[in-house]
Every structure is written in C-alpha cells, then in structure tokens.
C-alpha cells in the first residue's frame, strides 16, 4: 500500500553523486507603511554534505519582526534565532544510520533566554529515488534550558527522547513538496515542530518558497501560547 502511494522502489540508499555539498539561502522580507508601520525579516542557510561514510544536515535560521503606528515608535514582536546540525554515520546495511543531533535557539519571546539539546540513536532512509524519499531517526538525549523569572536565572534539564521523520517529492517541473516532523519529549515538557514546505523554481537557481511552520509545547509560561504558527514567502538561492 505504502509503495503505491508513494511510488517509490524502496532503495533505501542511492547516492549516485558521493561526495556532494549542497548550499542554499533563504530570504524573506516583508516592509509596511501608512497606517500601520511593520518590517519583518526571515533568513535561512540550509546545507546538506553527503560521503560515503557520513550524510550531514547543517541549519540556521534568523527571524525578526517590529510593528507601530506613525505615531508611535516601533516594537519588536519577534525575535529569534535557531540552528541545529545532525551527522548520521552510514552503517554496512545501505539506508540504516547512527545519527548525532544538536540545536540552539535563541527566541526572546518564547519565555526563555535559550535552549538546546543533543541527542542520539538510530536512523534509517526506507527509500529515495528520483521522485521522493523518506527517513526517520529516533533515539535518548538531553535538553538544557535557561530561563529568567524574578530576575533570577533559572536552569532546567533533563532525559529527552527525540524523533524525527521527513517526507520529500520532486516533480518533474522542478517544484519540491517538504515535510517535517519532530518531537522531543520529556519528563516536564514535550516540544514539537511541523514544517511544511512548497518551492517552485522562478528561473536558473532562483526558487520561491512558500512554507508553514508549527510549534507546541506541553509546558509554557502562563503568559506563552503553548502553540505557535508561521507562513512565510521568501526567495531561496541555491549557492551549490
């Protein structure tokens, strides 16, 4: 059933290039004036280095946004940056993986100073041909986050257990459909993430991208939705 519906072969590791680095950058900008006086800005690097041992992900991402009226000055309503690294190491087994996380976000308005945490298990490719492919990674690890409350620096830590699956399909057109899925669940609080992405090709390297994010959280301060949306729109230029 699952191989009628996503027409895939099941050859589970098919690097016809090896090695291989792919850069691309993203950028998103959105200016407001008039009535009401707004500025947001997305920026995104995403690379992906592949070799006959290892398959490497590198991601970071800035976000910023302030609002205001012509009489009054402007206000920050968004400030974040997130990155995040995973480096899986090719088993004798072709698709099958031990995998290394690690992220860092910096989000001055998610009731945290920062966060990150490393994790580390098994991962597996069940397929990837020339239309589509799928993987999945899950396996124990630890979170750290910081926070200010009363003027006084609080530190909260723990045993997390992290998994993650993604789904991608190309056309023939060149267009690109991405999904992602995460979740880090831990004793006190469980943090997930969605990404659903849809890029088109303008011309040359140059794609649009539309994209949906989600994320959710168990445990947020009272003052925190526990869930938080994103749609954005931006330019993405392929560098290699």
């Known amino acids: 059933m699952i191989r009628t519906l996503y027409h895939a072969d099941f050859s589970p590791d098919t690097d016809d290039e090896i090695p291989r680095f792919s850069l691309d950058g993203e950028l998103g900008l959105l200016i407001n004036t008039g009535n009401t006086s707004a500025a947001s800005v997305k920026a995104a690097i995403n690379a992906d280095h592949e070799t006959e041992s290892w398959s490497s992900l590198y991601f970071a991402e800035l976000l ?47 009731g945290y100073d920062h966060r990150a945490s490393l994790a580390a298990g098994y991962s597996q490719r069940l397929w990837r041909n020339e239309d589509s492919e799928f993987k999945y990674s899950i396996g124990p690890g630890f979170s750290f986050i910081e926070a200010d409350e009363d003027n006084t620096s609080v530190v909260n830590d723990g045993i997390i257990v992290r998994a993650s699956a993604e789904y991608r399909y190309r056309w023939s057109s060149g267009a690109k459909l991405r999904q992602f899925l995460s979740t880090e669940a831990g ?20 794609a649009m991208k539309l994209s949906f994010t989600l994320n959710h959280e168990t445990d947020t301060a009272e003052d925190v939705n526990p869930l938080s949306t994103e749609t954005s729109v931006a330019l993405v230029y392929q560098f290699f």
């Open 64 to 110: 910023y946004k302030e609002s205001g009226t012509p009489t009054t000055r402007r206000d920050v309503s968004a400030q974040r940056f997130y990155s995040s690294a995973q480096f899986d190491y090719k088993l004798l087994t072709p698709g099958r993986r031990l995998f290394m996380y690690g992220d860092y976000e910096d989000d001055q308005f998610n």
């Open 187 to 206: 004793q006190e609080n469980t943090k997930s993430r969605s990404e659903t992405s849809l890029s088109a090709n303008v011309f040359g390297s140059l």
